[in-house]
């Protein structure tokens, strides 16, 4: 079967944006990782950045009514070569180059600067080509084959399902291995994927691309992209898609990604209201609403569950060396708490003393020194803090010289540029503000730090799981945990005692890469665990809730 989207008249209908968005494709069927792209206004010449066998490609994309690409689109893919410093290049175009254009490459060859070209014909016999399939980096392992005949079952009894895998072990993967099964069974369904906003809308059509053929359209749908049908794989943010629905779309199939977003009432329950005939599946990494509402009252007892403990001492996470600062706990406070019964942003504000950013660095440093090729998040209070410590730690190290901030006010191009080098190691730690909690996929990372971080279960989850996935040569992820908030103390004793009981004694002792969750004082450490052990909810409580801890006796 053909890449029907690689076809003259798809690539001629498609546009500029067709153009760049089917190339983006192909790449993946080429066998291509980590693409991105970084069309528009400071690009410098390249559309696509993608890694293939450890070296930078970039991919620069003319699209054209009529006519030929002309010499300056030869010039500008040259010096977007030298801007990112990319082993191989390519000129990508619907149409072909014209003379002037084919003698610029010439000239260039012939100082040893060799630039591909892959006009409209080669296109089509790339399309031709390729593999059906995208080439799989990975087999489905064990509990992800389990978890979607689990889905599949539940699906076919009562029409839903519930998936909840802890970040890192593949959600999105079990999701498209149910897609690829369903359009398997119906080749012309209607497959709609939603979500909450448009980047991780973006990425999710990506995700797809692994799972159906390449004769299957993929189309986005947001406020800023409305395909020319809704037929194959529809992904969409929710408002957008809702749009369609209320003017007459009906899917066969409905995926709703980080289904924790769902609320008893809102746009996503008027969405699923509105198909309510139709298969719906939630898959999400953290179930817990701030608000309460119980997801499995839309979307039934989940399908398959596995978590972070769990998934560590089954050997599918990264096995993790966290350490937790408590050398800025006012211990006075304690002898009090039970009495006053204070909330929990009044404890927050007396118990944990100011931190200094440099004795936090000098931590930082420990740790990066003993860790074998580090690559570092470091999640950040506020934008403004974010950037002070890039260029804290710019300055402080030339191991750091590269160290860049990544946060939502940065464009959507700079960001990816910055993913694109932290992923080849050029950029060795990025600080950031909540740019990484969902949809952003970094296995390489084994050092994370968080800075005066506040506390949500959900939050704190997801970006611990930013560095759990398994990555070649990764021993194990350090995490340094700087601490402002007795819920995260809570959180993390209780990931703690989850480990110990997945992980028994004999087994932490035997394998040199079992987790740890240590205190940075063990005195404190346990007394903090006996203090805060009987808390109820602790971990979920909001900041205005009274505590009422056990009395201090013995503790001080």
Known sequence: MTGAFLSSEALLAGGPSGLTHSIERALWHLGFND???????????????????????????KWKAQGTVDRAGVDDLERARTRYRADKSVLVTNTGLNKPAEERRHALSTVGIS??????????????????YVPNQYEMRPYQTQAADAIVKDLRARGSALLVLATGLGKTVVGGEV??????????????????????????????????????PTRLLTGDTKPPALDGVLVGTVESVLGAVRAGYRPDFIMIDE???????????????LCGDVDQLGVTATPWRGDKFDITARFGYPSFTMGIAEGMAAGFLSAVDYRIYVDNIDWRVVKDASVHGYSVKDLNRSLFLPQRDEEIVEHFREAWRATPNPRAILFCQTIEHAEHVARLLATSDTAWANAAFLHSDLPPQRRQVLLNEFRLGRVPA???????????DVP???????LRVTHSRRIFVQQLGRGLRLSDGKQALRVLDFVTDIRRVA?????KRSLEAEEPEHLRIRLPNASRIEFSDETVGSLMDHWIRDAADLETAADEVRLQFPPARGIL
Do not use: S, Y
């Open 35 to 61: 693409v991105r792209v970084i069309d528009g206004a400071g690009d410098c010449g390249a559309d696509l950045l993608a890694v293939r066998d450890g070296e930078q490609w970039i991919f620069q994309c």
């Open 115 to 132: 630039t591909m070209v892959w006009h409209g014909a080669t296109l089509a016999e790339i399309g031709a080509r390729m593999p059906e």
């Open 179 to 216: 897609i690829r099964r369903k359009l398997i069974e119906q080749p012309a369904a209607k497959i709609l994927v939603v979500a909450h906003m448009k980047d991780l809308v973006q990425q999710l059509e990506r995700a797809m691309w692994r799972h159906v053929g390449k004769a299957v």
């Open 259 to 273: 289904t924790h977003h769902v609320a008893e009432t809102g746009r996503f329950a008027e969405l699923l209201d």
């Open 430 to 440: 990025i600080t950031c503000v909540d740019v990484f909690n969902e949809g952003v």
């Open 444 to 450: 390489d990372v084994n050092l994370i730090a968080f």
């Open 491 to 495: 959180a993390t004793l209780d990931l």
